[in-house]
């Protein structure tokens, strides 16, 4: 897959977030309990949350400030409000960690 490597996979604990800078762009990385990545825009549109930082399970993650709830594969916060971007996230087999997507 093309996409900008942005990490590895063995700097992000599993059921964690990390955050990189991609292009200007702050992107949170998951890596998921089913050996997954996933990939959001790192900052919560209600007050600026660190969603690298939030609870995350397969599905969502929620913001560690206020307790939105975004879709880790639609970035759509779960209560209507504005959602944030969600990326494809790949890792290669050395472990180096893929984002496409980015405008």
């Known amino acids: 897959m093309t996409g900008d490597i942005v990490g590895h996979l063995d700097e992000i604990p599993v059921g964690e977030g990390r955050a990189y800078a991609v292009d200007g762009t702050q992107v949170a990385v998951y890596r998921l309990r089913d050996g997954t990545v996933r990939a959001l825009d790192a900052v919560c549109p209600h ?3 660190p969603l690298a ?4 399970d397969n599905h969502v993650v929620v913001c560690p400030l206020h307790g939105r709830t975004f879709d880790l594969a ?3 916060e779960a209560g209507g409000g504005p959602g944030v971007c969600a990326y494809r996230a790949t890792v290669d087999t050395d472990g180096a960690i893929r984002v496409a997507g980015l405008t």
Do not use: K, P, R
């Open 53 to 56: 930082d939030g609870l995350a």
């Open 47 to 49: 007050l600026g949350g």
């Open 74 to 76: 639609t970035g759509a």
